[in-house]
């Protein structure tokens, strides 16, 4: 297992950052993304976004299974949260249709997030990477 974080970067920076884990042809993928597109863009947009990197990944190594992983809620602005929300809903409903999995990351706690309160920690990455 290989995890990668990219502090900062936004979906649409991500497309880039993917092509050298794509070149490697690897059994799958966990998308973990969109929390730095929350408070410039809808969520309907940061959902299409992630669904749009997903579907370029599986264009570039169809055998590499993709799964995203839902959008942690924030523990700095409520009215994120909302955001967040919608992002997950609309994502895992474009999931259920595609026959991606969705993770769903309701396990991830205060002890999971880092000292901004923000994005997560290396126990949040490995319970993501575990999908526990």
């Known amino acids: 297992m290989v995890s990668k974080s990219f502090s900062g970067s936004t979906v649409e920076?991500?497309?880039?950052?993917?092509?050298?884990?794509?070149?490697?042809?690897p059994d799958e993928i966990i998308l973990h993304v969109g929390t730095n597109n929350l408070r410039n863009e809808g969520?309907?947009?940061?959902?299409?976004?992630?669904?749009?990197?997903?579907k370029a990944i599986e264009r570039e190594t169809p055998s590499t299974k993709v799964t995203v992983s839902?959008?942690?809620?924030?523990?700095?602005d409520d009215q994120l949260n909302r955001k967040v929300i919608k992002v997950?809903?609309?994502?895992?409903?474009?999931c259920n249709s595609k026959g991606w999995e969705?993770?769903?990351?309701d396990n991830i706690d205060s002890d999971c997030i880092n000292r901004g309160r923000l994005h997560l920690n290396g126990?949040?990455?490995y319970k993501l990477a575990c999908k526990s």
């Open 13 to 25: 920076d991500m497309l880039d950052f993917s092509k050298p884990f794509t070149r490697r042809k």
């Open 43 to 54: 969520p309907q947009q940061i959902a299409e976004k992630i669904v749009d990197l997903g």
């Open 70 to 76: 839902s959008l942690i809620l924030r523990k700095d």
């Open 88 to 94: 997950n809903n609309s994502v895992r409903t474009f």
């Open 102 to 105: 969705f993770i769903s990351n």
């Open 123 to 125: 126990r949040g990455v």
